[in-house]
């Protein structure tokens, strides 16, 4: 078997987390309904779909952007805090996955699980096609403004 930029093994090997994006817009819309599709067909025990999908505006994204540059700022300075806010600034659109909670641990692992496998199909799918993106579960993510501000 041989392996080319367009097949799966090709895609696998290929992909990167992107931290520079060179666009200034956000990737056709038709791609990431695509990519979110695909995303869903993810394994999940029992059906549980614990995955949320939420396209972010440029209010919440800016209170994103500002939270997190509080959180860095408290813990390495201002200006470690000015250039990530500057960089993620920057990123053209915002794409969030979050995953349901549940109370029972075994369902929550496996939820979480499940999650990590649809972002992987989003990512690999997004590459195929020329759009890079980042996965994070940075600090600001466990914070609890970072919902509120959702």
């Given at each position: 078997m041989t392996t080319s930029d367009t097949d799966i093994a090709g895609?696998?090997?290929?992909?990167?987390?992107?931290?520079?994006?060179?666009?200034?817009?956000?990737?056709?819309?038709?791609?990431?309904?695509?990519?979110?599709?695909?995303?869903?067909?993810?394994?999940?025990?029992h059906a549980t779909e614990p995955w949320r999908f939420y396209l972010l505006g440029s209010e919440t994204k800016e209170k994103i952007?500002?939270?997190?540059?509080?959180?860095?700022?408290s813990v390495r300075g201002e200006s470690a805090a000015?250039?990530?806010?500057?960089r993620?600034?920057?990123i053209p659109g915002w794409l969030l996955l979050t995953c349901?909670?549940?109370s029972n641990e075994i369902r929550d692992r496996e939820d979480y699980a499940a999650c990590c496998c649809a972002s992987q199909n989003m990512m690999l799918?997004?590459?195929?096609?020329?759009?890079?993106?980042?996965?994070?579960t940075g600090g600001v993510t466990r914070d609890?403004?970072?919902?509120?501000i959702l």
């Open positions: 895609i696998i090997q290929k992909r990167r987390t992107i931290h520079s994006f060179k666009l200034d817009q956000m990737p056709p819309a038709e791609e990431i309904q695509k990519a979110i599709t695909l995303a869903t067909c993810a394994p999940n025990h952007c500002l939270l997190n540059a509080e959180i860095i700022e000015r250039i990530k806010l500057e993620w600034r920057e349901s909670k549940s799918y997004l590459w195929s096609v020329g759009i890079g993106m980042k996965w994070t609890p403004r970072f919902f509120e």
